[in-house]
């Protein structure tokens, strides 16, 4: 006979330190002291222990009763909470810009069109894709658009709904695959939790991904970051489980966005070069996961090869640019997008600078990398290191300090505060929670960016142009935006009206002849005339040989601090729209509150003006 605890608290652990620490489901377990298995037959009930003898049999069963009750409660443990109120969290602050809105935010127009072009080849890639005329080779990294064509076959799903949906999900999972990597790299459960945290609240960390144009980013971004989760274990352990995840995962994320494949290739790079005594080993593991990826990622390449050449691939890797301006903002604080004090980008630059004291270069060695071989996405990839260092800050530095200035004040017989540490952490998470919630409302220009669809208005004129003008026709698109990049009127106008953008760089980055930076300078030139007359148009039109037959107007009022850039647009249009009211060369065609579209009658010769008495 043997004798087990089998209903007592703490039972389950003492039967199986009973049989041993190899039955404790995780290492480490917290020391159990042994008590003796055999009692008499009859013997007192011990005090809150509920001991009682069994047979051998049943002992048996309550060995394994122990084994799955334990292995049931290691599925929930307080952590495991934590982390899913941190991902909750983080796709709170995600829905919240898209929640009263039935459009993908800001870009996406180009993808939209491409998705749609999936679908009518039957999933099979398309030679070209149908977008702004431009027969732009459809060489772009193809797993979102089948993702998001999958989507919209789901009853009541279009593409712009699947363009919703994607962003939001891959955003919010970003957030979860963001633990495991902290936890490898700071090597702490407590600090990964508190990147994790910070992560889910940087609003870079999530602006551009929640765009309809995240499809393809966010994705490939999570990717990234679940391949350099088996990348590090593949490096720093033994373990050949998983040896083909980290090539399957690479694969994943170049098939999503180039860029984001990229960024997972040199950030294992540097996890490379962190693990010095292994660099042998690991290169020869990294010459394998190079190999899986070519060969996962053939389909995609040797078929955008074998119909157009390098052309367009050289033509893209032309079209990003070193820029001294992340620099700038990173020594401002001002490169987290928080609309307040940037908080956890001084955390951030702190947590670096304890690194580089201590010797620990890798953290800082990753930001350095992000800026210097991807500077376009530099911003929202930053805050994935910025996160992890601001945990380090707050672990190593910030709290440490407040509980010596605690010691210090009970020393001195002064009121001793005993949780400051937690107040000032709480204080912490709730400023960047407010910033990520109020990022657009406190921050116009951040709200027209990103956190803002195509308006209704827009929308509608769009498909008006779609139904009522002739295909051939092509578009002066004039807006408020500030730039391109932002001009989500000009990106969405080739896939909702179906007719040719003069202006429209999106998808030319994949032209040869620079295409790409024609096109941004004929969109630059053109909104120059926003704040002049009709003959600024007829100008721009000589000078770019680029002949128009329509105006497209969307000349909304944009409101902003007094004297700011956007306060100073808050007048879009009106000298233009007032020169084009007003000659005979140009017919209104169509009005719906802002939006206007006119047609370009070149014949037609305005009158002279009228003779002035005494000339």
């Known amino acids: ?73 290691s599925l929930v443990q307080p952590w495991h909470l934590g982390l899913l109120g941190i991902v909750a969290l983080g796709f709170l602050v995600r829905w919240l810009p898209m929640a009263g809105s039935d459009f993908p935010l800001s870009d996406g127009g180009l993808f939209a069109q491409m998705t749609e072009d999936l679908r009518a080849a039957g999933y099979r890639l398309p030679a070209v894709t149908d977008y702004n005329g431009a027969g732009i080779p459809f060489v772009y990294p193809p797993l979102g658009f089948y993702l998001a064509a999958l989507l919209s076959e789901l009853p009541g799903v279009e593409v712009t709904g699947a363009l919703r949906i994607l962003p939001l999900l891959a955003s919010t999972l970003t957030v979860a695959a963001t633990f495991p990597l902290a936890a490898r790299l700071l090597r702490s459960r407590n600090a990964a939790l508190l990147a994790t945290l910070v992560f889910a609240l940087l609003p870079w ?36 489980r998983w040896a083909a995840a980290p090539g399957v995962l690479l694969a994943a ?12 290739i040199f950030s294992s790079a540097v996890l490379l070069l962190s693990e ?18 070519v060969a996962l990622t053939a389909p995609w390449w040797a078929v955008s090869l074998s119909r157009h050449g390098v052309e367009p691939f050289l033509a893209a890797t032309d079209t990003g640019g070193w820029s001294p301006n992340i620099l700038v903002q990173v020594f401002m604080f001002r490169f987290t997008g928080a609309p ?75 009121p001793r505060l005993r949780s400051v540490g937690g107040v000032v ?78 202006v429209t760089p999106q998808g030319s980055e994949w032209l040869p002849d620079g295409a790409y930076q024609a096109a941004i300078e004929r969109y630059n030139t053109l909104q120059a005339c926003r704040t002049q007359d ?4 007829i100008e721009w039109s000589r000078a770019h040989d680029a002949p128009f037959t329509h105006v497209y107007l969307s000349s909304r009022a944009v409101e902003g601090d007094p004297g700011s850039v956007v306060a100073r647009l808050s007048d879009c249009c009106a000298a233009l729209v007032a020169s084009l009211d007003g000659r005979v060369d140009f017919r209104l065609l169509y009005e719906d509150g802002p939006v206007r579209v006119y047609e370009y009658v070149p014949g037609v010769v305005p009158p002279p003006p009228p003779a002035v008495a005494g000339r």
């Open 1 to 73: 006979m043997t004798c087990r605890c089998a209903r007592s608290r703490g039972g389950v652990a003492r039967a199986l330190a009973h049989r041993g620490p190899q039955a404790f489901p995780y290492p480490n377990p917290v020391p159990i002291r042994r008590r003796s298995t055999v009692r008499p037959r009859g013997a007192r009930l011990a005090k809150g222990l509920c001991l009682r003898v069994v047979e051998v049999g049943e002992a048996a069963e309550v060995r394994d009763g122990a084994r799955v009750g334990a292995r049931a409660a």
């Open 425 to 502: 952490l709480a204080l912490v998470v709730v400023h960047g929670a407010f910033g990520a919630v109020t990022a657009g409302s406190l921050a116009p220009s951040f709200a027209w960016a990103y956190t803002t669809p195509v308006p209704a208005e827009d929308r509608g004129a769009m498909a008006w142009v779609a139904a009522h003008t002739p295909e051939p026709a092509r578009f002066a698109i004039v807006t408020e935006a500030l730039n391109w990049g932002e001009d989500r009127t000009m990106e969405w106008f080739p896939a909702l009206a179906q007719r040719v953008s003069l």
């Open 253 to 264: 994320a170049v098939l999503s966005h180039m860029e984001m494949g990229w960024f997972a």
């Open 340 to 414: 307040l004090l940037d908080v956890f980008g001084v955390l951030g630059l702190l947590g670096a600078a304890w690194c580089v004291a201590r010797r620990q270069y890798l953290l800082p060695m990753w930001m350095v990398a992000i800026i210097l071989l991807d500077p376009r996405k530099a911003h929202g990839l930053l805050m994935l290191p910025l996160a992890m260092l601001a945990a380090v800050a707050l672990v190593e530095v910030v709290l440490p300090a407040l509980d010596r200035g605690r010691e210090a004040t009970a020393r001195r017989g002064l």
């Open 534 to 537: 009709a003959a600024c148009l």
């Open 205 to 240: 960390s999530f602006n551009w991904l929640i765009v309809g144009g995240g499809a393809t980013r966010a994705l490939g971004l999570l990717f990234a970051i679940a391949a350099l989760v088996f990348v590090y274990d593949t490096f720093h352990r033994d373990d050949r």
């Open 276 to 293: 010095p005594s292994r660099l042998r080993r690991n290169l020869v593991l990294s010459a394998g996961g190079g190999l899986a990826l």
